[in-house]
């Protein structure tokens, strides 16, 4: 199990003590600069209370979006902070910067319970080049640093990776349980422990396989992946999405695992990538010319409906269908009312941006034993993979 100082330790005075927190609040917001889903927020209340309660001066620190380093106007952390403000029912004052003298003199100004909100840290270019000039102002701003953000933890960033380096450095309460739960079912699943995985693409879950399929008792695919694993066998996939470059991979690892790895025996196939598209359910070998497959078919669905009814651990994500149309989306919900009708019967960890706003439409929001905050995150930490903010814990300075 993975080891890292805790903000829980006992030994721990945070009363007075200003402590920088990152967190994942990198919300979607639209056009109009309105918050459409406060999930990862809401997430972090349970940290952020504690931080509250325990007296410390919350400097609250985050991304959000894609702004390459210079400051985009729709990106900026107010409308987070006014969010968590509401969500709190506590006060967070947003800054529009991060260092230099006005933030110092801010942080300065603080008051025990008291909470900060940075500015976006990604419009600074040393945020995503771990740059170690940038992480050790940020350090410079606090007593201690804790890292609660999960889902950026594969990232070497400076404010998660480089500032450990010149600050006593923590886990948060929800990167705790993140990697617990994640830990949990990797080494010492109770069995069966399968593992289901959708999404477009096989290339960045190569890895994954391989690593799983000495853990799982079995993979079940779907998604566009599974094309690329029918290909490997010589069929004709027709018009569906796969991956040229990936057959090879794929064929080994079905030489490899084969008896575990479960791929659809039926799929939906469209005309074209629309939802009023003609569409007919055929056997996987037999996809007429032209046509591509969008999702799973039924008898997949019955398949997977009983590995699951059976299991007693599963991991599931990417979803197994272009959920985003009604039409192809059946397939995806089946699974997401199987895997949550046995939570309490079995520990039910899901997780990826598309699988949770999937499970959301499904109406199956909170259902599941644990909902992970990461996407890449969690499929790197499955893969065996060391993440750099984790490790950057394990091995800083407290
Ligand atoms: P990923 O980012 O790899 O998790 O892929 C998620 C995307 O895969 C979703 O937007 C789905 O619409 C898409 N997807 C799932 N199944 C298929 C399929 N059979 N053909 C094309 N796209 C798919």
Do not use: C
Request: proline share 4%; aromatic share 6%.
């Amino acid at each position: 199990m993975v080891k890292f100082p805790s903000m829980k330790d006992k030994n721990l005075e945070l009363s007075g003590k200003v402590v920088l927190l990152r967190e994942d609040m990198n919300v979607p917001i639209d056009e109009s600069g309105l918050i459409t889903d406060d999930s990862r927020i809401q997430e972090a209340l349970t940290t952020i209370r504690y931080l509250v309660q325990k007296g410390a001066r919350t400097v609250v620190m985050t991304h959000i979006g894609r702004p390459g380093g210079k400051v985009v106007e729709n990106l900026r952390t107010e409308a987070v902070a006014t969010r968590l403000s509401i969500l709190l029912k506590h006060e967070v004052k947003a800054l529009r910067g991060y260092v230099g003298s006005e933030v110092e003199d801010a942080v300065k100004r603080m008051k025990d319970g008291e909470i900060l909100f940075l500015e976006n840290l990604r419009f600074q270019p040393g945020e995503e080049a771990n740059d170690d000039d940038f992480a050790r102002k940020l350090a410079a701003l606090g007593n201690f640093y804790v890292n609660d953000a999960f889902a950026v933890s594969h990232r070497a960033n400076a404010s998660v990776a480089a500032i450990t380096e010149h600050i006593p450095s923590y886990a948060g309460l929800l990167l705790e349980k993140e990697i617990k739960v994640l830990a949990a079912a990797l080494e010492k699943p109770k069995r069966p422990f399968i593992v289901i995985l959708g999404g477009a693409k096989v290339s960045d879950k190569i890895g994954l396989i391989r690593n799983l399929a000495s853990k799982a008792d079995k993979i079940l695919i779907g998604g566009a992946m599974m094309f690329t694993f029918y290909k490997s066998r010589g069929f004709d996939v027709a018009a569906s999405k796969f991956e040229p470059d990936k057959v090879s991979a794929a064929d080994d690892l079905l030489n490899e695992f084969g008896d575990k790895i479960m791929l659809p025996v039926d799929v939906v196939v469209a005309e074209k990538f629309a939802n009023d598209s003609r569409v007919e359910v055929v056997v996987a070998a037999e996809i007429p010319k032209g046509w591509m497959g969008l999702d799973i078919g039924p008898d997949t669905v019955e398949r997977f409906r009983r590995e699951i009814s059976e299991a007693q651990t599963i991991i599931w994500n990417g979803p197994l269908g272009v959920f985003e149309f009604s039409s192809f989306a059946g397939g995806t919900f089946a699974v997401a009312n199987a895997v949550a009708s046995m939570t309490g019967k079995a520990t039910t960890v899901i997780g990826g941006g598309d699988t949770l706003s999937a499970v959301e439409k499904a109406g199956l929001k909170g259902k599941f034993s644990h909902s992970s905050t990461g996407g890449g995150a969690m499929l790197e930490f499955l893969e065996g993979k060391e993440l750099p903010g984790v490790v950057a814990l394990t091995s800083s300075m407290p």
